[in-house]
């Protein structure tokens, strides 16, 4: 047992150098603007996905036709830079959460603009540019 193994890994190791893999790694430090850029995006995006648990807002989403399960997987198919967004605007939002409407409005035209671009596909009534 021990010389198949041996053999098999003799294999590998041969066939990879045959290949031309590279066997080597990188490594190099992340720079405090990288890291701290990386952790405020998670924040944005924990942010997002809190508010889109909220039962206010879960309620507002049914009653305007939306599953609030598929709104919640298309926000978090969203990129950084949409994210951002939406969560300024959770920033700007009032506490009591009255501009709730205003946040589904930039809701409404973000998942609308990526239905549209064939990135997601929330409404039926649209038709993808692709």
């Given amino acids: 047992m021990h010389c198949f193994k041996r053999l098999i890994a003799s294999v590998l190791i041969a066939s990879t150098t045959l290949m031309g893999l590279p066997l080597t790694a990188h490594a190099g430090l992340v720079g405090t603007e990288e890291a701290l850029t990386s952790t405020a995006a998670a924040a944005e995006r924990e942010k997002v996905d809190a508010f889109m648990q909220r039962e206010d807002v ?57 239905d549209v671009l064939g990135l997601t596909k929330v409404f039926p009534f649209t038709r993808t540019m692709r």
């Fill in 58 to 114: 879960r309620a507002a989403l049914q009653s305007r036709g939306v599953s609030p399960e598929a709104a919640t997987e298309r926000v978090r198919a969203l990129s950084q830079d949409e994210v951002s967004q939406l969560a300024l605007h959770i920033d700007q939002a009032p506490a009591a959460g009255a501009d709730v409407l205003g946040f589904f409005l930039v809701l409404f035209v973000v998942l609308l603009i990526t």
